[in-house]
Nanobody
Framework: QVQLVESGGGLVQAGGSLRLSCAAS????????MGWYRQAPGKQRELVAG???????NYADSVKGRFTLSRGNAPNTVYLQMNSLKPDDTAVYYC?????????????WGQGTQVTVSS
């Protein structure tokens, strides 16, 4: 499988911006899609944005037009640019890699990074 290392969370005022980074290592050739999920206190983890091997992206309705998911120069790195942040965006953000290795699908997760948006 793969290992994921995240960075870039923090505290920001409403209307501000943050950029999250996620770097994968290990069996990166097996990755079919990468993305970001978030989990706020008392809520279920939800998909924020994802990108496939062919660079097709999808976004949660709540972040469309504000967040942009992109790849870095290294194919195993993705960035989530978050603009016009709202207090409702406050959550722990987790990087995810979904892939297939030795005929078995897997999901790998990062350790999570806290994003706090103050009003």
């Amino acid at each position: 499988q793969v290992q994921l290392v995240e960075s870039g969370g923090g505290l920001v005022q409403a209307g501000g911006s943050l950029r999250l980074s996620c770097a994968a290592s290990g069996s990166i050739f097996s990755i079919n899609a990468m993305g970001w999920y978030r989990q706020a206190p008392g809520k279920q983890r939800e998909l924020v944005a994802g990108i496939t091997r062919t660079d097709t992206t999808n976004y949660a309705d709540s972040v469309k037009g504000r967040f942009t998911l992109s790849r870095g120069n290294a194919p195993n790195t993705v960035y989530l640019q978050m603009n016009s942040l709202k207090p409702d965006d406050t959550a722990v953000y987790y990087c995810n890699a979904h892939g297939r290795l030795i005929y078995k699908e897997y999901d790998s997760w990062g350790q999570g990074t806290q994003v706090t948006v103050s009003s």
